[in-house]
């Protein structure tokens, strides 16, 4: 389906619902990143994704890595739209058991490319992938990882970068959740990361800045990006943590925590009168 940018904003908006009643049933969780990488996962799996829902397997799939693994309930509620398992199976998250644990885990649950947990690593596999693809001449098939900013703090990551550069898959887009918020407060205060644009062009990266809440950027920001052939690309996209709610965005102390029963219900209220919106902007 070629879904509009309108429908889109909406489906992002129905993706962010879905993750505030999964946190809120879990009971534990990260908030913040999830909300604000809304929008991008809603754009990779509705328009820039080539991949299978029936198929997840499928030999031509582009490949999608999330480094930063404590997001993964933004991913597990683009999939279940997506229609790689039933949205009732959301409310299971964090559950024994359950297929959709806190950080995902490649062997229980099909379209899931790694299992991440570990800062800092999303990069290096997603290198490794995409060289493989090089080496085998295999055309066609991108690889993609989200990254947060925080974990940039982690020097595997720049490992990783330096590796791209020198062997330049061309076939592989980082996109960095640049929200400027880590689990001990504000990046610029835990571990100073600008001039971060700077940092990647120095490690030989083409590089795009966006915002990334507005969908229509990010579409455009990865045509650009698969357009470029003769070096890595990474997209800083700079995002509201907490998007779409107006008591999370912008405060760190969301990173880690979930809504309890009253904070749901209101952060529910807000998005859902934002849905209604959305919908008779583009009626």
């Known amino acids: 389906m070629d879904y509009s940018i309108k429908e889109l904003e909406s489906k992002a908006n129905d993706i962010r619902v ?12 990260h908030s913040a990143g999830p909300l604000g990488l809304a929008d991008i996962f809603t754009a990779l799996y509705f328009k820039i994704l080539k991949h299978d829902p ?45 297929r959709l644990q806190g950080h995902p885990e490649r062997l229980r649950l099909p379209g899931m490319e790694t299992t991440s947990g570990p800062l800092g690593s999303g990069l290096s596999q ?8 090089k080496m085998d001449e295999i055309k066609g098939r991108s690889v993609y990882v989200v990254c947060s900013d925080g974990e940039l703090d982690e020097g595997n990551s720049w490992e990783a970068a330096m590796l791209a550069a020198k062997y330049n898959p061309g076939n592989l887009i980082a996109i960095v959740d640049r929200n400027n918020i880590q689990i001990d407060g504000p990046t610029e205060l835990v571990m100073p990361l ?11 990266w083409f590089v795009l ?8 950027a990010i579409i455009s920001a990865v045509e650009m990006a698969k357009a470029v052939t003769e070096k890595p690309v990474v997209i800083i996209a700079h995002t509201i943590p907490g998007k779409g709610v107006d008591f999370m965005e912008h405060d760190f ?25 959305i919908r008779s902007e583009h009626q």
Request: charged share 30%.
């Open 194 to 204: 600008e001039n971060l644009r700077a940092k990647w062009e120095a490690f030989g």
């Open 18 to 29: 879905d993750i505030i009643r999964m946190l809120e049933h879990a009971g534990s969780g």
């Open 209 to 216: 800045e966006i915002n990334g809440n507005d969908i229509e």
């Open 54 to 98: 029936k198929r997840p397997d499928w030999d031509e799939r582009d490949i999608l890595i999330l480094s930063n693994g404590h997001c993964v309930p933004v991913r597990y509620a683009a999939m279940a739209h997506a229609d790689y398992f039933p949205k009732t199976e959301l409310l299971t998250l964090r559950q024994l058991g359950s």
């Open 126 to 133: 997603a290198t490794g992938m995409a060289l493989a693809l």
């Open 253 to 277: 102390h969301w990173h880690g925590k979930p809504p309890n029963r009253e904070e749901a219900k209101k952060a529910l209220h807000e998005l859902r009168t934002l849905g209604g919106k």
